[in-house]
């Protein structure tokens, strides 16, 4: 798989890698064993970089992928936190940052964190210096080797990407949420700040497998969350309504070479966009993750693709999404 550098993270790592939040919690239930399966399959297409957060399953996510590289060493494993209190600016202490941490290595059996991300904190937070100084505080102690954040929107991002010592930044970007592109992706690049893209499939939609007649589970967030009922409705299907999203769709469809799923697609789009680091698309079984990590052996889209692409979004996404995040 191709390999893309992370400047400030210092690391290198395969430009698909594999988002554990369904492996926790929130997408129906999947069994450990499926879960780990899922994981093995993923790393034996060489995906490199996982990512994870400490309020996925209450911590079982972490601990599932904890299994895992004790069997599979050298991986880059990225988690999160923030979201187990009232998310409030004067949560974010150093205090807090501790115990957090704490919580998150014990359950991946680690002394240093690869990568710890705040996770789609509250936007005064990102202006905080007493925020990021606790951050640097961690790194200085060994509890973590580096740190991101993961954000909702574009503002948020510039602003994490201007601190110093930011390591990436964790955004929505996918075939349904273009905004990035114009200035988080150049800035990023500029200041060698790692872009990981997530959602990358809008929650399944860009998956092509879903229909007007798809029943989603009670403990799925694509059935409890689609106005934002439990957290921001922008990881939701990216933000875009369902039916919309459906006719978007449809006029994909077309585009797709031959040989190449829906799915791989938009992946594959995702991996041209100049800039883009990781893509984390999520998984459920170990089809789906080898299925993931093939979209990296694909040849780029031609331009004509994804001028076309962008005519869909234009037309089509835009006016429900753009403005917002």
């Known amino acids: 798989m191709e390999q893309r550098v992370m400047d400030r993270l210092g690391r290198q790592v395969g430009v698909v890698g594999l988002g554990a939040w369904q492996l926790g919690a929130d997408w129906g239930e999947v069994s450990e064993d499926d879960a780990l399966a899922t994981l093995h399959a993923a790393v034996d297409a060489g995906v490199t970089f996982i990512d994870t957060a400490d309020v996925y399953g209450d911590g079982r996510s972490e601990k599932i992928i904890g299994r895992l590289i004790e069997e599979r060493p050298g991986l880059t494993v990225a988690t999160k936190m923030g979201r187990r209190v009232a998310q409030t600016p004067e949560a974010y202490t150093l205090d807090n ?20 991300q705040l996770h789609c904190p509250p936007s005064p937070v990102f202006e905080i210096d007493e925020v990021f100084d606790g951050l640097d505080t961690l790194v200085a102690e060994g509890a973590i080797a580096a740190y991101g954040v993961s954000v909702e929107t574009v503002s948020e991002a510039l602003t994490a990407i201007a601190r110093p010592n930011v ?29 990981i893209a997530r959602v990358p499939l809008a929650s399944g939609l860009l998956s092509g497998k879903y229909g007007p007649q798809t029943v989603f589970a009670e403990d799925d967030h ?7 009922e439990s957290f921001d409705v ?20 077309p585009l797709v070479p031959e040989g190449m799923t829906m799915a ?62």
């Open 97 to 116: 940052f501790r115990a957090w941490t704490d919580r998150s290595r014990a359950n991946l059996g680690v002394d240093t964190l690869d990568l710890v």
């Open 167 to 195: 390591a990436s930044v964790q955004i929505i970007l996918n075939a349904f949420r273009l905004k990035p592109l114009d200035e988080v992706l150049p800035a990023a690049e500029k200041a060698g700040v790692g872009i």
């Open 222 to 228: 694509r059935n409890y969350n689609r106005q934002g």
């Open 234 to 253: 922008g990881e939701t299907f990216s933000g875009v309504e369902y039916g919309v999203g459906l006719q978007a769709v449809d006029r994909l469809r």
């Open 264 to 325: 791989q697609f938009a992946l594959r789009w995702l991996i041209d966009q100049q800039g883009v680091s990781v893509v984390i698309p999520g998984a459920r079984n170990p089809e789906q993750a080898r299925a993931n990590a093939a979209a990296a052996a694909f040849a780029p889209l031609s331009a004509e693709t994804l001028a076309a692409v962008r005519e869909i979004y234009d037309e089509l996404i835009r006016p429900q999404v753009h403005h917002r995040w």
